[in-house]
């Protein structure tokens, strides 16, 4: 029974990261400089949507960093992976910021303090991807595809909700799902 678990939530897995088509990801000559002002507003709190409604098989001595992003109206869920990256913007988590539109494809936000990309691995151009921007210190969040680029770090996939990443505006809070 575990190992058809496992089967199915590799194969969903498998179909959830798969994109479609690929548009141009803005090279480092057409980003504009962005405003770094990050204005809070009154933080509000945000209902937890934790989706798990069976226990699944866990190995021994995996922890899955999985972290939730809401301004209120939308809830995307993302799984991390186990960069040095993602485990940097885990550590800083909770957080209340400004989220950005920018160019046709993404939407981000400056977390506190800048992550280390050591060991974290580049980003591939699926619709879903949180990912680092290494030359701005910003964290993207693609909700369409997009190119390659050197400076783009994969941090995670949406595990839910990333048809709602084009919608989200204002403050987002982002917070530890257990």
């Keep these: 029974m575990k190992k058809q678990i496992t089967a199915l939530l590799l194969a969903l897995l498998l179909i959830t990261t798969v994109g479609c088509g690929k548009e141009p990801y803005q090279n480092d000559s057409q980003r504009e400089v962005p405003s770094t002002s990050n204005t809070s507003k009154d933080n509000t709190d945000v209902p937890s949507t934790s989706t798990s409604s069976d226990e699944t098989y866990q190995p021994e001595n995996v922890t899955e960093m999985l972290i939730q ?73 693609f909700f369409g595809s997009y190119s390659p680029n050197s400076n783009l770090y994969e941090l995670g996939q949406a595990v839910s909700g990333s048809e709602q990443i084009q919608s989200l505006e204002g403050t987002i809070t982002i917070e530890l799902l257990p």
């Design 69 to 141: 992003v809401s301004d209120g109206k939308n809830i995307i869920t993302f799984r991390l992976n186990d960069s040095k990256a993602a485990k940097n913007l885990y550590d800083q988590l909770p957080l209340s910021l400004e989220v950005e539109n920018y160019s046709n494809n993404e939407k981000i936000f400056y977390p506190p303090q800048s992550l280390d990309i050591s060991d974290a691995p580049k980003a591939g151009g699926e619709v879903g991807t949180l990912a680092y921007y290494a030359p701005w210190a910003d964290v993207v969040m």
